[in-house]
Nanobody, 116 residues
């Protein structure tokens, strides 16, 4: 079992930045991959960014060059730095931990709202 707690969401204007945090209840290196996903009303949950146990990152095309995923193993925390935010980035952002067993754990989500 891995408990994930997201924080850092909020209301910002277009062009501003936010940093999301995801605190895990145990070592993030126990997971095969950590990631951030988002879901807007009426839309399916979509991948935003992932980072593997080995440090390989992957981003959705829509956020490349604007968002950066990183981690602090000492704090068991994964971050999502979001710059140049756009109204279309408005969503609930979820942290996820993919286990080697195939199980995927989710956090409760944090709301990000970008006004134009």
């Amino acid at each position: 079992q891995v408990n994930l707690v997201e924080s850092g969401g909020g209301l910002v204007q277009a062009g501003e930045s936010l940093r999301l945090s995801c605190a895990a209840s145990r070592s993030i290196f126990g997971s095969q991959q950590m990631g951030w996903y988002r879901q807007s009303p009426g839309k399916q949950r979509e991948l935003v960014a992932t980072i593997t146990r080995g440090g390989v990152t992957n981003y959705a095309d829509s956020v490349k060059g604007r968002f950066t995923i990183s981690r602090d193993s000492a704090k068991n925390t994964v971050y999502l730095q979001m710059n140049s935010l756009k109204p279309e980035d408005t969503a609930v952002y979820y942290c996820a931990a993919d286990q080697f067993s195939g199980i995927k754990y989710w956090g409760q989500g944090t709301q990000v709202t970008v006004s134009s």
